[in-house]
């Protein structure tokens, strides 16, 4: 086996398991701060049925974004909803045979990878020409836009300009999911291509990414309308609470 | 006048550029050392407090969810730029709600997240904008966090719901631990401990006020209505904010619930023990000072033996009042259980209203054109009534039953996406007028639209803040003080009393069964 094998092999552990790693270690610390007040913004639902439905609303169609910012909204659903269907997309790469319904989106997943493009050059524009945007801009948030778009272009670029060898990329990929590594293919728009998304994979559970885990836990949405209902305390309140007088 | 410029009203809001400093300074004036250590902080600024306050801001993230994932998850995609008052009415980009947030995030970043903690052993936190607490940032805290009024507009269009207010409490919080506090609102949480409410009006004093205003009413209206004071036995407790005891428009608010009670035979009693209904608490992000205030509601309501808590027109107690009381100072089983706990006075006079037992001739105030200002925390914080929105419905149905003509300003500066005062969470003010005056500048210019297009003469507000706030700015803007309106002095304006001899026979009906 060759060294840029292994490398890219040990690599693609090393970052799946920070990923893994490091978002769960998150999920959970959220799962466990306490919300010691109800505050949800209202109007609020008044059912927990409502806040899914409130929650589905923000999650899938960035409901309150749409309402603040019709610019960003376009350009940040477009880019997150193709990013949603390139990354089903390469489910193909880790399966065989491929799922049905895998199948059945290839044709979209195929040019979904412009819309990502056109979205995240949206997103960038508007953080340089916008000068309210530019001035909450730190360096991070440029870094992440270029990762991204650059791991979108080598993407398409294997697609549409130099196609790579998939066949070699899917044994290499299916090798890392059986632990039976297979040799990498040499190709340096794939080699760049992975090698941007081991980096993402890194940084994710270390950046502003954490809104994917942070949206689903946030009180001022998905906290129930309830609070002259029921008695809501945390646990460090209960403390609180046996000190009182009556 | 101050030696500002009042931001000019033009057609529409337009959103300025950002520009760098021009809120810039000391902040409001300081709490002295007795204010500070009355709530359990220290006098004044400690010696070891960077270390303090890394660990308290450690403290607060590990202790609310809210905080931390606020502090987490920001993207900076700048929704919620365009959406402060403040930065409106200012231009000063660190009023931008997400900028807010950074001065506190780019702390949080370099002491408790991996990434800053990693980076910053190379010099290179600003690559993901953190930074070292020192003297300037805590400088900075103090003037920036004091120029949020935590109404939480920003929130309701950030694709997370992150909250600045969360950000600003938590601030004021660790600045609070290392002895630096703002003397308005610590001054004021002393007095309600000392004397029992915000404006230090002891019992005999607030006896007397209450005394004066039964005559007033009698020689208005030619009827008795009482202010019962530390009446036992009575079935509501109203706790209603002590700037509804004298100051203007408040007190017309006041005689408004006096009214209403009387009218729809209600047995009713404030409580000099819990002569306030504000919570300043909350302000300063403190839950134990803000349990610590509640607490003389619950005393108040057991030691009067009342069956139910009905609180007066005011909006961030409203928010404490309905979203925390229980949580803070529950569970209130000792209550009738067919009422909410707590009510809102205008629950109480809607309802009312609903079932026919208030006699009402709006033609009373067709001297006015109204429209109505949500308050903040009322519309963005709480609820009325059993459904969602109530809190914007409910006002207006009962300005529309005692008013004939009314009037919503712009869709964009009401409901959940309503414009604060510009003097709410603490910036109430003399030392933070410019801020404050500033920060009215959307709602006046959505004010001014309803008075050229429809011809009102007078904003409604349901907010003791928002009264007070509003009297002292409008005359910047070419308005009069006496536009602002009490919501509950329309309703007692309209109320017909047939005269006092039928008083008797009203009151043997059947009054008491409302249900929610």
């Known amino acids: 086996m060759s060294f840029l094998t292994i490398l890219f092999a040990t690599l693609f552990y090393f970052a799946t398991a920070v990923l893994l790693f490091g978002v769960g270690y998150k999920i959970w610390q959220y799962a466990i701060t306490p919300a010691p007040l109800k505050i949800p913004v209202m109007p609020a639902p008044i059912t927990k049925l409502g806040v899914v439905l409130r929650m589905t609303e923000e999650i899938v169609l960035f409901k309150s974004l749409f309402k603040s910012n019709k610019w960003i909204w376009i350009f940040g659903w477009m880019f997150h909803l193709a990013l949603l269907l390139v990354l089903l997309r390469h489910l193909r790469y880790f399966q065989e045979p491929v799922w049905w319904w895998v199948n059945l989106i290839q044709p979209f997943g195929k040019y979904a990878g412009f819309a990502m493009v056109i979205g995240l050059l949206g997103l960038i524009t508007r953080r340089i020409v916008v000068a309210r945007v530019r001035y909450i801009t730190a360096p991070s948030d440029h870094l992440m836009l270029v990762l991204i778009i650059s791991i979108a272009l080598t993407g398409l670029a294997m697609r549409y300009i130099l196609r790579t060898d998939i066949v070699s990329v899917k044994a290499f990929m299916?090798?890392?999911?059986?632990?039976?590594?297979?040799?990498?293919?040499?190709?340096?728009l794939f080699l760049t291509h992975i090698t941007l998304v081991i980096l993402l994979l890194l940084v994710f559970p270390f950046s502003k990414l954490l809104h994917v885990p942070g949206v689903f836990?946030?009180?001022t949405r998905n906290q129930v309308d309830d609070a002259r209902e029921k008695r809501h305390i945390a646990n460090w309140?209960?403390?609180l609470d046996a000190t009182r007088k009556s | 006048m101050a030696n500002f410029e009042t931001p000019e009203l033009k057609d529409y809001i337009e959103v300025p550029l950002p520009q760098i400093g021009v809120m810039e300074g000391e902040g409001p004036f300081k709490a002295k050392p007795e204010h500070q250590e009355a709530l359990g902080f220290p006098g004044e600024l400690i010696d070891d407090w960077e270390n303090v306050a890394v660990n308290k801001l450690g403290d607060l993230v590990n202790r609310y969810r809210g905080?931390?994932?606020?502090?987490?998850?920001?993207?900076k995609c700048g929704a919620c730029t365009d959406k402060c008052h403040y930065y409106l009415g200012t231009t000063d980009a660190k009023n931008m709600p997400v900028a807010r947030q950074d001065l506190l995030r780019s702390v949080y970043r370099y002491y408790h997240t991996p990434a800053g903690k990693f980076l910053k052993k190379f010099g290179m936190e600003k690559l993901i904008g953190a930074r070292k607490l020192t003297?300037?940032?805590?400088?900075?805290?103090?003037n920036y966090f004091?120029?949020?009024?935590?109404?939480?507009?920003?929130?309701?269009?950030?694709?997370y719901g992150i909250d600045t207010a969360e950000i600003s409490m938590a601030a004021r919080e660790v600045l609070d631990h290392i002895g630096i506090g703002q003397k308005y609102c610590n001054e004021i949480i002393g007095k309600v401990y000392k004397i029992g409410n915000n404006?230090?009006?002891?019992?005999p004093a607030l006896a007397n006020t209450l005394e004066g205003l039964e005559e007033e009413i009698e020689e208005d209206i030619g009827v008795a209505v009482k202010l019962p004071l530390d009446q036992k036995g009575k079935d509501i407790l109203l706790v209603t904010p002590s700037a509804d005891f004298f100051a203007e428009p408040h007190v017309d608010g006041l005689i408004g619930y006096a009214k209403v009670f009387h009218q729809a035979g209600l047995s009713w009693t404030l409580s000099s023990h819990a002569s306030e209904a504000g919570n300043f608490g909350m302000f300063i992000g403190s839950y134990e000072n803000m349990?610590?205030?509640?607490m003389r509601i619950r005393e108040a309501a057991i030691d009067l033996g009342v069956k139910r808590i009905v609180f007066g027109e005011c909006g961030h107690a409203w928010r404490i009042a309905y979203s925390f009381l229980n949580t803070l100072v529950g569970p209130f089983d000792f209550l009738d259980p067919n009422y909410p706990v707590p009510q809102h006075i205008l629950e109480v006079t809607h309802d009312l209203i609903q079932r026919g037992k208030l006699n009402i001739d709006a033609s009373q105030n067709d001297h006015m054109t109204l429209t109505f200002h949500d308050s903040c925390n009322v519309a963005r914080a709480t609820r009325m009534g059993p459904k969602p929105g109530g809190q914007m419905t409910i006002p207006r149905e009962v300005i529309k039953a005692v008013c004939n003509n009314y009037y919503d300003m712009p869709e964009d500066t009401i409901g959940e996406a309503t414009y604060c005062c510009g003097g709410g969470g603490g910036i109430l003010t003399d030392d933070l007028i410019e801020i404050r005056v500033k920060g009215a500048m959307p709602r006046m210019q959505a004010l001014k639209t309803v008075v050229k297009e429809n011809g009102v003469t007078h904003m409604a507000a349901i907010c003791a803040i928002c009264k007070s706030q509003f009297t002292k700015v409008i005359p910047y803007y070419g308005f009069t003080m006496d536009q602002i309106i009490s919501v509950h002095q329309l309703v007692g304006d309209a109320l017909v009393f047939e005269s006092e001899i039928s008083e008797t026979s009203e009151e043997s009906d059947e009054t008491e069964n409302e249900q929610e």
Request: glycine share 4%; aromatic share 12%; net charge negative.
């Open chain 2, 146 to 159: 004091h120029q949020c009024s935590q109404c939480r507009r920003c929130s309701v269009f950030c694709p």
């Open chain 2, 199 to 203: 404006l230090g009006l002891p019992e």
């Open chain 1, 174 to 188: 299916l090798g890392l999911l059986y632990l039976d590594v297979q040799p990498i293919p040499t190709d340096w």
């Open chain 2, 67 to 75: 905080l931390r994932v606020f502090l987490d998850s920001c993207v």
């Open chain 1, 217 to 219: 836990f946030s009180p």
């Open chain 1, 237 to 239: 309140a209960v403390k």
């Open chain 2, 291 to 294: 349990q610590r205030v509640s």
């Open chain 2, 135 to 142: 003297e300037d940032v805590i400088n900075e805290w103090y």
